[in-house]
């Protein structure tokens, strides 16, 4: 099937979201219970500081701790409202922030900064001055800032409005409950299905029946991500996931043509977004490229650059290291979907 479509489904229990471009899968959103959700926001209370690390462990709900950074000022004991910003690693504290965002599909409101920012992508005048109209129509209360995402452009002035008074009433609901002496959840996070529905924005047929994911063949490429090799045209290359690190290795396979390396590189550096956003990794990706001369790195990195910037998941672009190889820094904002997937 051409074009973008959306499968909203459950898998073995698990709410599943979907996204497949021309058929291929794209992203993929699997639900998790084992941990907090990100962007659940938590009343919070100070636990102990890590002054080696400048950070504070603090206390959340059902035993769960929470790892808070820049805690200047904090005391033990003292409550503080923390939004869950990623997935931790295994046996360690929850990732937690206390600059919490309440977002929807069009707003994201922000209590403590203050300002009006609208999209980039959005470069219309018009557009730009009906959604300045709309924002300062919205009566946000002082000291609470509100951005306006690029969907903007495509919705209504009613939806806008809606998403911004929306999300301005659930801050209020969420800062008038932030005091207490024990922690809280106040929001749980959102799901896939609504994720898909948050950031998916870009015009798409959705399919909401149940075994959508059976009908339109994704479960085959859903069992694909259960191994780690990655088909590149005559090469591959393996995304593998440790303890410490992803690591990736390119081959140029049966390809002995003078450009091989090349071309089989370029491919990887295309996929690799993908196949890191299908799979759930984060953290630390080291990359080792097939034979790579020095003279070739500035025009793997431009590649690099171009790939990861439309990828939805932050990703820093780290360097080189002295042995070749080249380091990421991706933030683990999902689960990993194998383990998932091996329980299913």
């Known amino acids: 099937m051409k074009g973008r479509q959306i499968v909203l489904d459950h898998l073995g229990g698990r709410e599943v979201a979907a996204l497949l471009v021309d058929g291929q899968l794209d992203d993929l959103l699997i639900d998790d219970d084992s941990a907090p959700r990100p962007g659940a926001i938590y009343r919070a209370i100070c ?14 709900t059902d035993g769960e701790t929470g790892f808070l950074r820049q805690v200047k000022g904090m005391k033990p004991g003292q409550p503080v409202l923390v939004q869950v910003t990623g997935y931790p690693d295994e046996g360690k504290a929850v990732p937690v922030t206390t600059k919490v965002l309440f977002k929807s599909r069009h707003a994201i409101v922000t209590p403590g900064a203050p300002g009006l920012n609208i999209s980039r992508r959005i470069r219309d005048e018009d557009s730009r001055d009906r959604l300045l109209e709309i924002a300062h129509g919205a009566g946000l209360e002082d000291g609470v800032g509100l951005i306006l995402r690029s969907s ?36 749980e996070g959102d799901g896939p299905h609504a994720l898909a529905w948050r950031d998916w924005s870009e015009p798409a047929a959705v399919e909401t029946a149940p075994g959508g994911l059976d009908r339109l063949g994704v479960i085959d490429q859903i069992e ?40 089989a590189n370029l491919a990887a550096i295309r996929a690799l977004p993908r196949a890191l956003r299908l799979r759930g990794l984060g953290g630390q990706v080291v990359i080792d490229f097939a034979p790579l001369p020095k003279g070739q790195r500035r025009q793997a990195e431009t590649a690099l ?3 990861f910037k439309p990828c939805p998941v932050d990703t820093a672009l780290v360097g080189w290291t002295p042995l070749g190889h080249y380091e990421l820094q991706r933030k683990r904002e999902r689960v990993a979907t194998a383990p998932l997937l091996a329980g299913l």
């Open 305 to 307: 650059r171009v790939a």
């Open 224 to 263: 694909a991500l259960r191994g780690a090799r990655v088909a590149l045209g005559a090469g591959h290359m393996w995304v593998e996931p440790t303890r410490a690190l992803v690591a990736v290795d390119v081959n140029s396979g049966g390809d002995t043509s003078p450009a091989a390396a090349l071309k």
């Open 152 to 187: 903007c452009a495509e919705a209504g002035d009613a939806q806008v409005a809606e998403d911004i008074a929306a999300m301005a009433a659930l801050a209020g609901a969420v800062l008038a409950d932030a005091d207490g002496t024990e922690p809280e959840a106040l929001t």
């Open 47 to 60: 636990d102990r500081p890590l002054k080696g690390q400048g950070g504070m462990i603090v206390r959340l």
